[in-house]
């Protein structure tokens, strides 16, 4: 039985590696190997029908996904569409065209879609986003009739940073939007009286509404109602740092033990009725008791995901214990398995699926034949909560390490951190239910037990905020592992956390399987090469560049120059050069100041970064060497130039494979000034395309002086500002240039070695999957 499901699951799981996937319809030419083993029952032909059926049963529910397609004549058009809010709507205050306004961004369910008055087809869900004060508050399962633009998704991909089409794919969104205010936005229907969202969010109006802004609301409201987005960052980074951020995040831990809370309550109220357990045994009324609990917990948390998963392995092990069958937790663990894939295969491609999963399995693995060795029930909690965090800690180390890369550190207090947090939670998870329960019906008594967990809570955030700044405690890994190294690790744990006998004289063979986790091995540039990359940030700019020794990174429009440093194993930033202030070039500057060592900053706004040490301006003439690689900064010159675009730094570098110019937005008169001033000196063989290929950049006689033999664009897809300007493309492509942009080719990498340039090494082609357009 084992075998069999986990067949099926192997077949679901190789889907996902495809780039492209095959006709469902090809499982019909499996159909004769069906009725084959119906009367002839025989292993080997079993197993392959059972991974094939797992495959196609993934590839028919993506294409099923992929079918609901937003037309393509219809993007960035005026269209309207009727529909339900189908979740939480996020509100938040945030810079718009210069300005800070009310943001609120949703996801929404159309029912009907229309453009110039002809019905389209549906492209599933919707995230959209509201810019401005809407006629009312949005609330979940409120109907509207809006005006919105949409495009289908086309998220920016970079190696080693988080695939957002996936996630997106993954949640049936497959289109992206926001609201026209100039077109006609239209109440039309209030929430149904029973809607589920709309429950949960006056719950937690009336938390917020007791508690107010205390830092433990959040927290309040994430163990309640499963609503993370109120967590702050600090908060983040303190879970993370003591690796307790699945404490907030409402799993199966969460809904196990209110099954367990409603399981022990119902069993001792109905075994001391006497007469009632003729009718029906304790454990029956506990089982249902149990089960109950644990669903109406996974309601009030949103249904989500890994609450349904959660919900299904507990309603495995109580329809057993209903049906008088003793269960082994594999069985258990296998049984809820089969279920989530049949209900969703796709929720392979969620983390929390194989963190929820995982960390079961890692645990029924590391206790199976084990007997205790103690007689006190204390001691044995103990023994046994120590045994079992260290092997979940083990266990899921690696998949961590492999997905959040050099995000996740190896915390020595992690373990001390979750034997206080753990039970702290458990005991306290039970009052805030009963709190948030009771809080329409008995404010007092409601808002007493909420203002009690937010005491508890500031008090285990003392505990965790100490432990998260010890810096003895913290072991940072040189770069994320690459998938074989993650499986080869894998084995190590399955060894060193064997209940067999001979685990213990074979305990050095699991470290011996665990080093290519700890030494992944690390491309560089050779003496004289250099490494230039463009990555994918959308309506926006950042490069990296590397030489054998030094970094260089330029511009920041998104973070993402964090994890692609990272999954290269590089911790430090020799020089870290931020054009300008616009928001496009710098909006990530802080987060990669904060994730990564920097020696230097260059810009030319220097005032906007003071609080950072080694901050100087960039001006012409400024130039410096490393590795046989020489870096030449071209403008501003003091004497010109008054806008931000026209005062963005200008950097020419040159190595033994070539030259490449960096001009971040200058415009027109920047571009004459480099003309004359510089003129063959400008010369470069590849360039980054001035202001995303906006009119007020790229003149004729700056393209023929820089004479390149590549040009690159970074830009948005689909933008609102409508860049590249195709004339400006064409102005390249007819001097005989080979253009190359971040939308068509994510991020872009080329070598320049003595031979000369190769590339672009293109994240789209290396990493593209089914769920890419």
């Known amino acids: ?115 110039q008055g002809q019905v389209q087809p549906l492209p599933g869900k919707i995230r959209l986003a509201w810019y401005g004060k809407p006629s009312q508050p949005l609330r979940p399962g409120q109907e509207w009739q809006l005006t919105v633009r949409l495009k289908r998704v086309h998220a920016p991909l970079n190696p080693g940073a988080v695939d957002a089409s996936k996630f997106l794919f993954q949640q ?31 719950l937690t109006e009336e938390i917020r509404k007791v ?66 357990a003729l009718w029906r045994p304790a454990p029956y009324f506990a089982a249902v008791a149990g089960l109950f609990g644990a669903f109406v917990y996974a309601v009030l948390a949103g249904f989500s995901v890994p609450t349904q998963r959660s919900l299904l392995m507990i309603a495995v092990a109580m329809f057993g214990l209903l049906w008088n069958r003793q269960q082994a937790m594999s069985q258990i663990l296998t049984t809820a398995l089969l279920v989530v894939l049949l209900y969703d295969p796709l929720a392979v491609l969620s983390k929390g699926f194989w963190l929820s999963f995982g960390a079961v399995a890692i645990i029924v693995y590391a206790v199976t034949g084990r007997r205790p060795q103690v007689t006190s029930a204390l001691t044995r909690w103990g023994t046994n909560t120590a045994k079992t965090q260290w092997a979940v800690t083990w266990g899921l180390f690696p998949p961590l390490l492999f997905w959040f890369g050099n995000d996740l550190s190896l915390f020595i207090i992690s373990i001390p951190a979750n034997v206080i947090a753990i039970p702290w939670i458990s005991a306290l998870t039970p009052v805030i239910l009963l709190g948030t329960a009771v809080l329409s019906w008995f404010p007092t008594l409601g808002g ?3 203002q009690f967990s937010v005491y508890i809570l500031d008090a285990l955030w003392v505990c965790l905020n100490y432990l998260a700044n010890s810096p003895w405690s913290i072991w940072t890994p040189p770069a994320p592992p690459p998938l074989w190294a993650t499986v080869t690790a894998m084995v190590g744990v399955l060894i060193l956390l064997s209940p067999l006998p001979w685990r213990f004289p074979a305990t050095w063979l699991g470290f011996v ?196 033999q590549i040009a690159l664009f970074s830009f948005g897809y689909l933008n609102s500002y ?46 593209r999957k089914y769920w890419h357009e």
């Open 211 to 276: 508690l107010g802004d205390q830092p433990s609301t959040a927290i309040i409201m994430a163990l309640a109602l499963g609503e993370e987005q109120w967590i702050s960052q600090a908060q983040w980074d303190t879970l993370q740092r003591t690796g307790t951020t699945h404490m907030v995040s409402v799993s199966g831990l969460h809904i196990s033990f209110i099954a367990f809370l409603f399981f022990w309550i119902a069993y001792r109220i109905w075994y001391r009725l006497g007469n009632a």
């Open 722 to 767: 409508g860049h590249p300007k195709p004339d400006i493309v064409q102005r390249y492509r007819d001097r005989g240039v080979e253009t190359f942009d971040t939308v068509m080719q994510g991020a872009m990498t080329f070598r320049l070695t003595a031979e000369g340039i190769s590339g672009p090494r293109s994240a789209r082609m290396e990493m």
């Open 1 to 115: 039985m084992h075998l069999n499901i986990l067949l099926f699951f192997a077949g679901i799981l190789t889907c996902q590696f495809f780039s492209h996937l095959p006709d469902s319809r090809l499982i019909l030419f499996l159909l004769p190997f069906l009725l084959v083993t119906l009367f002839y029952p025989c292993s080997y032909l079993r197993w392959p029908l059972l991974f094939a059926l797992g495959f196609f049963w993934a590839v028919w529910r993506a294409e099923l996904i992929l079918a609901q397609k937003l037309p393509k004549e219809i993007e960035s058009k005026n269209v309207t569409v009727v529909g339900t809010i189908v979740d939480l709507p996020q509100q938040t205050n945030e810079f718009h065209f210069g300005k800070r306004e009310e943001v609120w961004r949703f996801e929404f369910a159309p029912t009907r879609l229309l453009f």
């Open 172 to 202: 049936s969104i497959r289109a992206t939007g926001y609201v026209r205010l100039q077109g006609e936005q239209r109440f039309l229907n209030p929430p149904p009286l029973f809607h589920l969202n709309n429950l949960r969010y006056h």
């Open 513 to 708: 399987w665990l080093l290519p986790l700890f030494f992944p091995p690390l491309e560089k540039p050779q003496p004289g090469e250099l490494w230039f990359t463009l990555l994918d940030v959308g309506q926006g700019l950042s490069a990296v560049v590397r030489t054998e020794n030094h970094v260089l990174v330029y511009d920041a429009g998104e973070s993402v120059a964090t994890a692609f440093l990272q999954r290269q194993g590089v911790q430090e930033i020799d020089t870290f050069l931020i054009s300008h202030e616009d928001k496009d070039h710098s909006g990530g500057a802080r987060t990669v100041l904060k994730k990564l060592a920097v020696n230097e900053i260059l810009t030319s706004s220097p005032q906007h970064f003071s609080e950072y040490p080694n901050v100087h301006s960039c001006q012409a003439g400024q130039q410096w060497e490393w590795d046989a690689v020489k870096f030449h900064i071209l403008s501003p010159s003091p004497e010109i130039f008054e806008t931000s675009n026209n005062l963005a730094c200008v950097l020419k570098i040159s190595a033994a494979g070539g030259d490449i110019l960096l001009t971040s937005d200058i415009e027109k008169r920047v571009e004459y000034h480099l003309v004359r001033r510089y003129q063959n000196e400008l010369r470069a063989d590849l360039l980054v395309v001035p202001h995303h290929g906006s009119r007020t950049s790229s003149t004729v006689s700056f393209i023929e002086t820089v004479a390149p």
């Open 448 to 450: 007493t037990l909420l």
